[in-house]
């Protein structure tokens, strides 16, 4: 299946080299008025062709919105979504169905749908699906503002070279708002050109670089999830290994956590301006799979784009032997990047639900 959500529903279709991609949101409730602009801003943020970081192929990747916004205004009945494909240079996958990429999904998707799959641009696992998640993320996203809940992320890492992380306790929302409409988001915007020599290196090298991604959602209120598998983080987590690329999640301080003992891993209660809060926020803003007030925070890891230009050892699927592959075509020689504000969307989804 390719649709996520218990209250609300948002399906993707398409493939990266077919006629379009889209998504369809059932669930949205009506008379909420949604900021075209702001959509775009997000759509932009996620668009390939205008970095060197990301692929050169260039879309505009502008939402062609068919049902259930009116005059700016959802209706209540089902949003769908268009997104044409404009710039595909198919002939460049033509050898992947039978020689697959390592660590792409070829192999297994080929094995799955018996040959079937459309490999053109890596087809339905493509990262260009995430377009039209970032479409419906952006029009919860703004749902969710309007009941006082925000959500910013940024890049935590790219290789070797760290960003600063968020103040989990005490986030600053005028910093929120600047991550959420940047192209490159950065804490600490020095290290950005760090960063952008490790991807130059690695794409000079004919390879690619992976990192992590840092999100935090402020506003939540108190009591939102439920233990054992209606938790706040199983639902993010299902949410975000929907991204291509994604392999590994942790909350809070998270496998950081391990390393310490109760005493220090405990979050403090106190009283605050009348509120419940705690003085650290280790947990990330969860306790038994509920929302406990304070920021939620995570932070995911991305593996490096597995299509890169070296010469790499793979199979022939047709004459069963040891074979050799290239890849062709324009490929991101890191995602990290344009994954930001997909994280971000993904995110809203998931909150919306739960709520």
Do not use: W
């Amino acid at each position: 299946m390719s649709t996520f959500g218990n209250k609300i529903k948002v399906t993707v279709f398409g493939e990266s080299h077919g006629n379009g991609i889209g998504a369809v949101i059932d669930g949205t409730p009506a008379g909420y008025k949604i900021d075209m602009d702001k959509i775009l801003v997000q759509m932009s943020r996620r668009a390939p062709g205008k970095d060197k970081t990301a692929t050169p192929r260039v879309e505009k990747d502008y939402p062609n919105i068919k049902s259930g916004i009116l005059n700016d205004v959802t209706t209540g009945a089902p949003i769908c979504c268009v997104i044409e494909n404009t710039n595909t240079q198919s002939g460049d996958y033509s050898n992947l169905l039978n020689v697959p990429r390592p660590g792409h999904s070829d192999y297994t998707a080929y094995v799955k749908y018996q040959g079937c799959n459309d490999i053109r641009g890596g087809g339905h696992f493509s990262g260009r699906l995430t377009a039209p998640i970032v479409f419906a993320g952006s029009i919860f996203r703004q749902i969710l503002e309007e009941k006082g809940i925000k959500i910013s992320a940024h890049i935590s890492s790219i290789g070797n070279v760290d960003d600063e992380s968020f103040d989990s306790v005490n986030i600053n929302a005028e910093l929120m708002d600047r991550l959420s409409t940047s192209t490159f988001p950065l804490i600490d915007q020095g290290k950005e050109e760090q960063m952008r020599q490790v991807v130059e290196d690695a794409r000079m090298s004919l390879d690619s670089v992976g990192g992590t991604v840092e999100c935090i959602v402020t506003g939540m209120p108190v009591g939102v999830g439920g233990p054992l598998f209606e938790g706040i983080e199983g639902q993010i987590a299902k949410a975000m290994f929907g991204i291509p690329a994604v392999k590994g999640i942790e909350f809070g301080k998270g496998f950081e956590s391990a390393k310490l003992k109760g005493s220090e891993n405990n979050d403090s209660f106190e009283y605050k301006d009348g509120k419940v809060v705690t003085s650290t926020n280790n947990c990330g803003g969860i306790l038994g799979g509920i929302s406990n007030g304070m920021p939620i925070t995570f932070k995911i890891a991305i593996k490096p784009t597995p299509s890169i230009s070296r010469q790499q050892n793979s199979v022939n699927l047709q004459s069963k032997e040891n074979d050799k592959l290239v890849v062709k075509g324009r490929h991101d020689p890191c995602i990290v990047p344009r994954a930001v504000p997909v994280v971000e969307a993904m995110t809203a989804i998931a909150i919306f639900d739960l709520l």
